[in-house]
């Protein structure tokens, strides 16, 4: 069984910045399309971004696109999200995802196109 746990949320100004990581166990992460989405109250959840297995291939939300990165260590088998220039809009529970199934060489932009989710790390950026 694959765990997937998120740490680095917290409390940050405007303009700050944050990064997260995912710490996987069980599989090696190596392996597999990975993702951060997010949700914050009374909205759906949303992709952030993704990465392909090899960690060529990127996909970002036109709302994080030239603030956030999501990079790979497979050494320490983890993703990361490094954000910055932070604003308020981005305040959610952010959750790491693994595609466990599929072997695409475009990850996933979808909720329904990964099967195993972190429990979440909270973010708040005030004004």
């Known amino acids: 069984q694959v765990t997937l746990v998120e740490s680095g949320g917290g409390l940050v100004q405007a303009g700050g910045s944050l990064r997260l990581s995912c710490q996987a166990s069980g599989r090696i992460l190596s392996s597999y399309n990975m993702g951060w989405f997010r949700q914050a109250p009374g909205k759906e959840r949303e992709v952030v971004g993704s990465?392909?297995?090899?960690?060529?291939?990127?996909y970002y939300a036109d709302s994080v696109k030239g603030r956030f990165t999501v990079s790979r260590n497979h050494a320490q088998n983890v993703i990361l999200l490094q954000m910055d220039s932070l604003k308020p809009e981005d305040t959610a529970v952010y959750y790491c995802a693994a595609d466990l199934r599929r072997h695409t060489l475009e990850p996933g932009r979808r909720v329904d196109e990964y099967d195993t989710w972190g429990r979440g790390t909270q973010v708040t950026v005030s004004s």
């Open positions: 990465t392909n297995w090899r960690g060529d291939r990127v």
